[in-house]
């Protein structure tokens, strides 16, 4: 039998570097995008592809896309991990710059959805497939001050559903995962201040951070298609945060 294909966006770091290393020991050849081109190649393993590629460039991802199919032959899964939370200046709504807005918008919410329509006519063409969106429990309860990463994993969230929905029929399911505070260089900074670790702990029942291994074990379990009747769901791995 030969081996599943995963995508994975953004898999040069944190979450995705850790999904790219979980899915190749569950046996995936991997196609491994990110801005960072030289993360990627480090990602994808013996036999995986990997190029530089921004996720909310249209034709660069149409492209992409197109020749990692003809490359590779099929493509099972497509994890949408690519994302940004928008820098010290994305904060309130009326102190938001419009250009962070978009640029924030155009990672996590343009960027999956570029990705999802550039893979899809792939898995229709298999009849199956199984696009794993990266959302965020900022997707089901508003982050103070990061109004931009919210509404973006709100849409994120909502856009995995409409897939779930929408192809259903065809034999494509969509699922999302929605982490919680997870320790990665996009949160590092701020659990390097213990003042800000202990407010960010005190908010977890468990009574810890997450790893970005136990995202990447949750999308696992998702990518292995077992759980198959599963489609449109949000799977929390929060260590209960949002459950309080
Ligand atoms: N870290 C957390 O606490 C947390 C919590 C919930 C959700 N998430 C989500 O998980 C995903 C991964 O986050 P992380 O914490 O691993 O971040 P990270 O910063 O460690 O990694 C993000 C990766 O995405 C790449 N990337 C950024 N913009 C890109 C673009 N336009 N095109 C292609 N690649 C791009 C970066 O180069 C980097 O390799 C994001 O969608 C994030 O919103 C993170």
């Not at 199984?130 to 965020?136: D, E, L």
């Not at 508003?142 to 909502?158: H, Q």
């Given at each position: 039998?030969?081996?599943?294909?995963?995508?994975?966006?953004?898999g040069g770091?944190?979450?995705?570097r850790?999904?790219c290393?979980?899915?190749?020991?569950?046996?995936?050849?991997?196609?491994v995008?990110?801005?960072?081109?030289?993360a990627a190649?480090a990602a994808a393993?013996?036999?995986?592809?990997?190029?530089?590629?921004?996720?909310?460039?249209?034709?660069?991802?149409?492209?992409?896309?197109?020749?990692?199919?003809?490359?590779?032959?099929?493509?099972?899964?497509?994890?949408?991990?690519?994302?940004?939370?928008?820098?010290?200046?994305?904060?309130?709504?009326?102190?938001?710059?419009?250009?962070?807005?978009?640029?924030?918008?155009?990672?996590?919410?343009?960027?999956?959805?570029?990705?999802?329509?550039?893979?899809?006519?792939?898995?229709?063409?298999?009849?199956?497939?199984?696009?794993?969106?990266?959302?965020?429990?900022?997707?089901?309860?508003?982050?103070?001050?990061?109004?931009?990463?919210?509404?973006?994993?709100?849409?994120?969230?909502?856009?995995?559903?409409?897939?779930?929905?929408?192809?259903?029929?065809?034999?494509?399911?969509?699922?999302?995962?929605?982490?919680?505070?997870?320790?990665?260089?996009?949160?590092?900074?701020?659990?390097?201040?213990?003042?800000?670790?202990?407010?960010?702990?005190?908010?977890?029942?468990?009574?810890?951070?997450?790893?970005?291994?136990?995202?990447?074990?949750?999308?696992?379990?998702?990518?292995?298609?077992?759980?198959?009747?599963?489609?449109?769901?949000?799977?929390?791995?929060?260590?209960?945060?949002?459950?309080?």
């Amino acid at each position: 039998m030969t081996a599943p294909v995963a995508v994975v966006t953004g898999g040069g770091s944190g979450i995705g570097r850790a999904t790219c290393a979980r899915l190749l020991t569950e046996g995936f050849t991997l196609a491994v995008l990110d801005l960072d081109g030289d993360a990627a190649r480090a990602a994808a393993g013996p036999g995986g592809t990997a190029r530089a590629l921004d996720v909310a460039d249209a034709p660069a991802v149409a492209q992409a896309f197109s020749e990692l199919a003809s490359a590779l032959g099929r493509i099972d899964v497509l994890v949408n991990n690519a994302g940004i939370s928008g820098g010290p200046t994305a904060t309130v709504c009326h102190e938001t710059p419009v250009e962070e807005w978009d640029r924030v918008l155009a990672t996590n919410t343009r960027g999956p959805f570029l990705c999802s329509r550039a893979v899809l006519p792939v898995m229709l063409a298999q009849g199956s497939g199984h696009v794993i969106t990266i959302a965020s429990v900022a997707g089901q309860v508003a982050f103070p001050a990061r109004c931009a990463y919210t509404a973006s994993k709100g849409a994120a969230l909502m856009f995995a559903k409409s897939l779930a929905v929408d192809y259903a029929h065809t034999g494509i399911r969509s699922n999302a995962v929605c982490p919680g505070f997870v320790r990665t260089p996009m949160t590092q900074w701020r659990l390097d201040i213990p003042e800000l670790a202990a407010q960010v702990e005190s908010h977890i029942p468990v009574g810890r951070v997450a790893e970005a291994d136990d995202i990447a074990e949750a999308v696992a379990v998702l990518a292995s298609g077992r759980m198959g009747y599963m489609t449109g769901h949000a799977l929390v791995v929060d260590g209960g945060w949002t459950a309080v």
